[in-house]
């Protein structure tokens, strides 16, 4: 098998390319081969051109945040010989979280014995996203994120929880309309509406509690608008997870499962895994079984228990 490193050299405060070459030479990893990504997009081109000629098993390592790890899982997706191990050294790693914790998927011994497990993907358009499309309130929580991206005191959470700041003020009523399998679910206006295929969004947001990412449908969650003060007493719950637990909150959240979500926007556009999609239209597509995640055995285990 070879051991392919894609590496977002702003990751880990600029220092992920040398602890990795430190990593891989300890273990003796004499077979591994570090690429340092460019500019935006660039580790997606580079996995698809290497996948065109691997004649072996080929493990991607996504080094870096979610966005790095969106890049990798574009290149790689459909290929059967390759698999993709995210190792977290970014800003923000919320995809993981479905499976365990920064520290499981940052032991490299753990992830080079890990185990490969096939986890749905979502297509919209030309593109995959592995974990959260999201939009509405959560587009103009993107873009602060997005404006935000290169102040060293503003990242990851910090950023978000800025950008949730931002949105309360600006962007609580949205124009969208959202199909699930041809059923209509919005009347035209969001607070927000995360189609997810991982359970977390923006660091600590346990926006899709019940998602599971083998079943082979999209969960789908709509939130209508609410008043600010609704929504203080919402994002406590919706941060731990229980906004479909709450009674009270039933009438203002509309849950589905299904295999494609069609969405309609005024013009904001929507969010694939952290990045910003401006247009009017989108169909999101369930994949199977899309892609293989490599997944460290503490990390599996309780979902082989569950």
């Not at 992920?16 to 273990?27: G, L, P, S």
Request: hydrophobic content about 40%; proline content about 4%.
């Amino acid at each position: 098998m070879e051991h392919v490193f894609v590496v977002n050299p702003a990751a880990g405060r600029g220092i992920a390319v040398d602890e990795i070459r430190k990593k891989t030479a300890d273990m003796g990893l004499e077979n591994a081969r570090i690429y340092v990504t460019r500019s935006k997009g660039d580790g997606t081109l580079f996995v698809r051109e290497y996948c065109k000629t691997a004649a072996d098993k080929v493990r991607f390592y996504a080094c870096g945040g979610d966005g790095t790890l969106n890049e990798v899982v574009n290149g790689a997706a459909g290929n059967a010989l390759a698999s993709v191990c995210p190792y977290p050294c970014g800003s923000g790693n919320d995809f993981i979280k479905y499976y365990g914790t920064k520290e499981m998927f940052s032991d490299l011994p753990a992830l080079v014995n890990g185990r490969e497990v096939a986890a749905d993907l979502m297509r919209v358009g030309d593109r995959y996203a592995v974990n959260v499309v999201n939009f509405g309130f959560d587009t103009s929580v993107c873009r602060t994120v997005e404006a935000l991206r290169g102040n060293p005191l503003l990242k990851g959470k910090r950023a978000y929880a800025v950008g949730v700041i931002r949105a309360f003020f600006t962007a609580m009523r949205s124009g969208y309309r959202v199909r699930v399998d041809g059923e209509d679910i919005s009347d035209g206006e969001i607070l927000l509406c995360t189609v997810a295929n991982g359970k977390y969004v923006g660091g600590s947001y346990k926006c899709a509690p019940r998602s599971d990412n083998t079943d082979g449908l999209l969960e789908v969650c709509l939130v209508k608008p609410v008043s600010r003060l609704k929504f203080i007493r919402l994002i406590g719950a919706y941060a731990e997870g229980k906004h479909l637990e709450i009674p009270e909150l039933s009438d203002f959240v509309a849950y589905r499962r299904g295999k494609r979500v069609e969405v309609e926007s005024e013009k904001d556009g929507v969010c694939i895994d952290g990045e910003i999609t401006d247009g009017r239209r989108f169909e999101i597509d369930v994949v199977p079984a899309g892609v293989k995640i490599v997944v460290p055995d503490a990390a599996l285990a309780p979902h082989e228990n569950r």
